[in-house]
Nanobody, 123 residues
Framework: QVQLVESGGGLVQPGDSLRLPCTAS????????KGWFRQAPGKVREFVAA????????YYADSVKGRFTISRDNAKNTVYLQMNSLKPEDTAVYYCAARSGGISSYGEEYNYWGQGTQVTVSS
């Protein structure tokens, strides 16, 4: 069974940084584009960032551009979301996803999802 496992979430203060790793259980997923999405309480899921299988192309939501960086290490079968200058409005459950097509910012185009990791930004 294919699994995507996120980790690295937690409670941080505004201005702090966190790095979220997401590791796939199947080696072939290293060839898949990956994305990060988030869902805050009472809100719909939103796109955060995406990366092509090679890492050469990345997309970001305007709300995180310049603060968050998506990267991947295919040798470790892992994609990362580096989050800097965190704000209270970044509080959400963060989900890693993978798809078998090209890079995309649309959640409905992703085939595989992790269980999510909670990020809370509060003073």
């Amino acid at each position: 069974q294919v699994q995507l496992v996120e980790s690295g979430g937690g409670l941080v203060q505004p201005g702090d940084s966190l790095r979220l790793p997401c590791t796939a259980s199947v080696r072939t997923f290293s060839r898949y584009p990956k994305g990060w999405f988030r869902q805050a309480p009472g809100k719909v899921r939103e796109f955060v960032a995406a990366i092509s299988w090679s890492g050469g192309t990345t997309y970001y939501a305007d709300s995180v551009k310049g603060r968050f960086t998506i990267s991947r290490d295919n040798a470790k079968n892992t994609v990362y979301l580096q989050m800097n200058s965190l704000k209270p409005e970044d509080t959400a459950v963060y989900y890693c996803a993978a798809r078998s097509g090209g890079i995309s910012s649309y959640g409905e185009e992703y085939n595989y999802w992790g269980q999510g990791t909670q990020v809370t930004v509060s003073s």
